[in-house]
């Protein structure tokens, strides 16, 4: 088993940020349309993508939800979550 060096990263290691998760979400796209990969690391990229692809996904939906009460006038805290 390849031992795990500091450049590794695991498919559900949770990103910084949005912009983080975005900005990785495109480096993997493009690596992986530029069929270069290997067919294992292309696998892990998959992964990967679809972990930071539900992560966006609750980021935005954390944010609609907040949207929400500002307009219904009922301003809360801001979750981060």
């Known amino acids: 088993m390849p031992k795990k060096t ?3 990263i695991e498919p559900t ?3 910084a940020s949005y912009e983080a ?3 990785e979400l495109e480096a993997l796209v493009r690596q992986m349309e530029s069929a270069q990969l290997p067919l294992d690391q292309l ?3 998959y992964q990967r993508g679809a972990f930071l692809l539900q992560f966006c ?3 935005l939906q954390a944010l609609e939800q907040q949207i929400s009460i500002v307009e219904n006038g009922q301003l809360k805290p801001w979750l981060n979550s």
Request: no cysteine; charged share 20%; hydrophobic share 25%.
């Open 6 to 8: 500091t450049e590794t």
């Open 57 to 59: 996904q609750g980021k």
């Open 13 to 15: 290691d949770t990103p």
């Open 43 to 45: 696998l892990a990229s």
């Open 21 to 23: 998760a975005t900005a």
